[in-house]
């Protein structure tokens, strides 16, 4: 097992953090539920009604159930008919024939979790199922991509019901022999040709099992740390049991797999006696703990870096180009930033991709979303100063945080009489808009170029006193040092005035 340097372990953190972000950008809208759901609603139905398989064989019942949409990480894949079909568990089943005990068992229960898959798809597909249906929130569009995006917070909200069984499983996912075995079973049962590129399912496994495990650990984190953002997901899917306007839910999901999955007595007794250090050895990737902590903590590490966060952000917006996309990638990262609430997370994602809408109604409705998000920035920052330790001496001196706080009110009134001149059905003119952005603009360059005058004279009247404190001669040294605090509180003053200039040409 290779060690990792911390160097190398911070530079692998954020790449999961941006492969995370990545992975659910280009996801397919092919697909009916995502991979979470599938192993919950599964684990759900088979607790409620006994499992087709022994415990021994679950790692692989559970896998199988997240299978069929092998190679669907970048949006598209010839295979997708090839993985949703009975033949295919029917070939697997076949392959499994042929193999020895414990691979003929973990295989056929394999078989069982694919058609759990389809079946589950069955009740949701189609434009009238939930996925495809369900609106986010009923007052606004925020620009999110629906299906894909629909998805993925039912995954969070299945996991969160479903998390104290799911943990105590393990995954046992496919390899690439037996995989192209069974893609060789397949095309001999249906007559119909299928190659078979080692590289390229190799590739395609890899996503799959690092996409099923970034979705772990999103949900693990958000179920964990942001309890409130949870509820908000949960009031606003309070209908994915029954579905959405007479389309499929969770619900028909759960009857379909009972209805159709059915296990013989060999798998629900099946115990691996001298083969269970193979089984151990075959079953990996604890859920949601023990070979993931690793990925779990750099993704987590997203939560508490705004500075990750922004690039992995950053970053994704160069990668994807497609903006419903985009919007969701920003959607992702938002999720982990807990000043977020759970629509704020959508709005800023929506507004980021598209910008304000154009339409006032609209427009409006932003601009409200907007104001709640600062609003807390404000109060937030006023508590900060009003609050303000006494061992934060320097705070008396520079008085930043009050005017941090300051500014933050600021920005914030100038925005509620925005939406005020919206709601009387009035507009500023696009002429006195940029006429303050200029003043503005010219403000801050002359503020910024007096501001690098006076530190240049701090910086210099330092070097001088650092050079008589080295000669030591003590006239020269207090005289230095007198002017050195001079100089200070002239850049001090400086800073107070161009904040003070700034801040007027903003109201």
Not at 85 to 110: D, G, T, Y
Not at 347 to 371: I, Q, S, V
Not at 403 to 412: P, V
Not at 458 to 473: F, G, T
């Amino acid at each position: 097992m290779k060690f990792h340097t911390l160097a190398e372990s911070r530079s692998l953190s954020e790449s999961l953090i941006i492969f995370m972000i990545l992975v659910f950008s280009f996801s397919s809208a092919c697909l009916a539920w995502g991979p979470l759901t599938h192993m919950a609603v599964t684990t759900e139905t088979g607790n409620a009604n006994g499992f087709p398989v022994s415990s021994d064989l679950m790692g692989a019942y559970l896998a199988g159930t997240t299978e069929p949409d092998i190679g669907l990480g970048d949006g598209s894949s010839e295979d997708y008919g090839v993985y949703h079909s009975e033949e295919f568990a029917l070939a697997m089943e076949k392959v499994a024939e042929n193999k020895k005990s414990p691979q003929k068992e973990l295989l056929k229960a394999r078989a069982l979790g694919i058609r759990c898959h389809l079946s589950g798809d069955a009740a949701a597909h189609s434009s009238t199922g939930y996925a495809n249906a369900k609106p986010m929130f009923e007052n606004a569009d925020y620009g999110l991509p629906r299906h894909v995006t629909n998805e993925l917070c039912i995954d969070m909200l299945m996991y969160s019901k479903n998390r104290e069984s799911m943990k105590k499983q393990s995954l046992n996912f496919l390899d690439l022999d037996t995989l192209i075995e069974v893609r060789d079973q397949w095309s001999e049962i249906t007559g119909k040709p299928l190659a078979s590129d080692r590289k390229v399912l190799q590739k395609d496994l890899l996503s799959h099992k690092a996409t099923v495990i970034s979705e772990l650990s999103l949900a693990e984190h958000i179920v964990r740390d942001q309890p409130d953002k949870l509820s908000e997901m949960t009031r606003a899917y309070s209908d994915m049991n029954e579905g959405y306007n007479g389309g499929g839910g969770l619900n028909q999901s759960r009857q379909n797999i009972l209805d159709r999955v059915r296990g013989d007595e060999e798998l629900k007794t099946f115990k691996a006696g001298g083969l269970g250090y193979r089984l151990r050895e075959l079953a990996i990737n604890k859920i949601p703990s023990n070979s993931i902590k690793a990925l779990e903590a750099g993704l987590l590490k997203i939560s508490r870096s705004r500075l990750i966060r922004d690039n992995a952000t950053k970053l994704g917006n160069d990668k994807v180009t497609n903006t419903r996309n985009r919007a969701l990638m920003n959607f992702c990262s938002n999720l982990f930033d807990k000043s977020l609430s759970f629509e704020q997370a959508a709005y800023r994602a929506g507004k980021n991709a598209f910008g304000t809408p154009e339409n006032d109604e609209e427009k409006l409705l932003f601009l409200k979303m907007e104001a709640t998000i600062l609003k807390r920035k404000v109060d937030d920052a006023k508590s900060q100063f009003e609050k303000r330790p006494w061992w934060k001496f320097w705070l008396a001196i520079t008085n930043s945080d009050k005017k941090k706080y300051q500014a933050l009110l600021d920005e914030y009134n100038t925005l509620m009489a925005e939406i005020g001149s919206l709601e009387k059905g009035e507009t500023p003119t696009d002429k006195s808009l940029n006429n303050s952005l200029v003043q503005a603009d010219a403000s801050l360059k002359d503020s910024a170029a007096s501001l690098a005058s006076l530190k240049s004279e701090m910086d210099s009247a330092y070097r001088k006193y650092l050079e008589a404190v080295e000669a030591r001669i003590p006239e020269a040294t207090a005289s230095a040092l007198a002017a050195y605090q001079n100089a200070c509180k002239k850049f001090q003053n400086g800073r107070i005035l161009s904040s003070s200039t700034i801040e007027s040409n903003s109201k």
